[in-house]
């Protein structure tokens, strides 16, 4: 039997999902404290004011909903899709990190814990959770994804503000 078509354990399953949380703080470190931190940078590069404040306050609200979502998941019976929906943001998350070192050919704070963690985890994710996933449940979760990528680049290119 190959291991794409074996069924994982529950237990298996909600220990895949704690891995976004744990590799999210390592990001959000990497994106604090290296190369002059995400705020500077994003200044930087786009002109764009972020405070740190804002920084923290937005990575403090991700942590908790990520957290909370895991906890809905798990009561309602969902982790499967919610690791698909996780594994496209951290996917599209690094590939857009990725992207925009290749197109500033430079280093932007966050840049590591994407190759490193978030691009294997994001492609591990999708592909693991494919045929364990209905197919259209599986593309609308890919879907809402890539759309929480582009709410958080709105938000960020808005230096934070909500209005």
């Known amino acids: 039997m190959s291991f794409l ?7 298996s399953i909600l220990t895949w999902a704690w891995l976004f949380p744990v590799t999210y703080l390592i990001h959000i470190a990497e994106e604090s404290w290296v190369g002059g931190g995400y705020s500077e940078y994003l ?5 764009v004011h972020l405070s740190m404040t804002r920084f923290w306050v937005g990575q403090a609200v991700g942590v908790v909903l990520l957290v909370f979502g895991i906890y809905i998941a798990r009561r309602l019976g969902f982790v499967q899709v919610l ?14 990190h990725i992207g925009t070192s290749v197109t500033y050919w ?9 190759v490193l963690i978030w691009l294997p985890l994001g492609l591990a994710s999708l592909i693991r959770f494919f045929p364990l996933v209905k ?9 809402i994804g890539i759309a929480i990528n582009v709410v958080i680049m709105i938000f960020t ?6 209005a």
Not at 5 to 11: A, K, Y
Not at 135 to 143: E, L, N, Q
């Open 43 to 47: 200044y930087r590069l786009r002109g």
């Open 157 to 162: 290119l808005r230096g934070g503000r909500l």
């Open 106 to 114: 430079m280093y932007g704070p966050g840049l590591i814990s994407s």
């Open 5 to 11: 078509s074996e069924r994982p354990s529950q237990r």
């Open 135 to 143: 197919r259209k449940k599986y593309w609308i979760a890919v879907a």
């Open 83 to 96: 690791i698909v929906i996780l594994g496209s943001v951290v996917l599209v998350n690094a590939l857009s």
